[in-house]
């Protein structure tokens, strides 16, 4: 399941760094900027927080009419690769109460950090964050103030890192009320992008979990496996214009894949957010990735998938063993206006 042994692959590659750039994926675009884009590189904890963990909601103008486009749907083209199966069991990231340093109040668990996760709880009358820093860049996520745990990715490698759990003093103003450090070793470098985490929430029971496993049934291979999602969620899923304009001033956006699902549309988080949930819920490791595109610095997300095999057809080829970018807007618009000439992308944020 964590194809353990693979090379690493660098996280924050760009598409001139990429051997090919892909053309069709498996998320929409927000035109102007990313509804509710989370993460916050450089937020430290102390005096400022900032609203990292929110970044302004956006999808205003248009960013397509519809599910399909003018996308070739994805029955078509050659895949390859080992013979694949459905994995047995879903891998998940349980919160574990024993594992708890600090309190129920303000606490991190730390027992699955090798895993590719951490879990945070926190009461409070006030807004709490939780912060995963490493090195230079920090990410910080809205906590909720009832006690409810959430799961985050270890998405900065191995290394050193300090997780905090802050509280609102007034504007943008937070202070720390535990924090604590630790040396994360990853059991291999897929293990966050293989299981749900805070913005690729799902679990066993989910409505898309069932659809990718229904979707994969047929699957030769797992280039059969990225086809049949694609093409499902080009089929089924349209771009929501409204909930766009809605969350155009709004932070602090988190899709839901399972709502995306059952009201066939959603922004280009909700794509991104979907697709991830399908693909890791299937054993793919499946990054959600959001940044700027060229030429126009558009905020926006997409997905990066990691697949043992290949698919390739006229507009879209993945190759085996390689972090491969995918974005839907591109192919099913021309873009240009809406995400960029497909030329260039920048990476800021991974989940």
Not at 72 to 79: I, K
Not at 84 to 106: K, Q
Request: hydrophobic share 35%; proline share 4%; glycine share 12%.
């Amino acid at each position: 399941m964590g194809k353990i042994g693979h090379k690493e692959c660098e996280r924050r590659a760009t598409c001139a760094r990429l051997a090919f750039v892909l053309v069709a994926a498996l998320v929409l675009v927000c035109a102007a900027a990313l509804a509710g884009c989370s993460g916050g590189s450089g937020a430290r904890a102390g005096t400022n927080a900032g609203e990292s963990s929110g970044a302004s909601a956006s999808g205003a103008g248009d960013a397509g009419s519809g599910a399909g486009g003018n996308v070739a749907l994805a029955d078509e083209g050659e895949t390859s690769g080992p013979a694949w199966s459905a994995p047995s069991t879903i891998v998940l990231s349980p919160y574990n109460p024993d594992g708890l340093e600090g309190t129920p109040e303000a606490g991190v668990d730390t027992s699955s950090l090798s895993q590719g996760y951490v879990c945070a709880v926190g009461v409070s009358d006030s807004r709490l964050k939780f912060q995963v820093a490493c090195g230079d860049a920090a990410y910080n996520y809205d906590l909720p103030q009832d006690g409810t745990p959430i799961v985050c990715p270890i998405n900065m490698g191995d290394g050193s890192y300090t997780f905090r759990v802050m509280q609102n003093t007034s504007g943008d103003k937070y202070v720390e009320l535990f924090s604590t450090s630790a040396q994360v070793a990853l059991d291999s470098e897929f293990e966050p992008f293989i299981r749900p985490s805070f913005y690729c929430s799902y679990d066993a029971s989910s409505a898309a979990v069932k659809k990718a496993s229904e979707l994969a049934a047929d699957a030769a291979n797992e280039g059969d496996v990225l086809r049949a999602v694609y093409s499902y969620i080009v089929s089924n899923v349209a771009y929501d214009n409204d909930k766009a304009a809605e969350l155009a001033t709004q932070t602090g956006y988190v899709p839901n894949p399972d709502e995306t699902l059952a009201s066939g549309k959603g922004i280009c988080f909700d794509y991104a957010s979907l697709a991830g949930a399908m693909l890791r819920s299937l054993g793919i490791p499946t990054k959600i990735i959001t940044g700027y595109v060229s030429p126009d610095g558009i905020y926006h997300a997409w997905n990066m998938v990691y697949i043992d095999g290949s698919w390739h057809t006229v507009e879209i080829s993945v190759d085996p063993d390689t972090w491969t970018r995918v974005d839907l807007t591109f192919a099913a618009s021309g873009a240009l206006d809406t995400v960029g000439d497909g030329s260039g992308y920048t990476d800021r944020y991974v989940y």
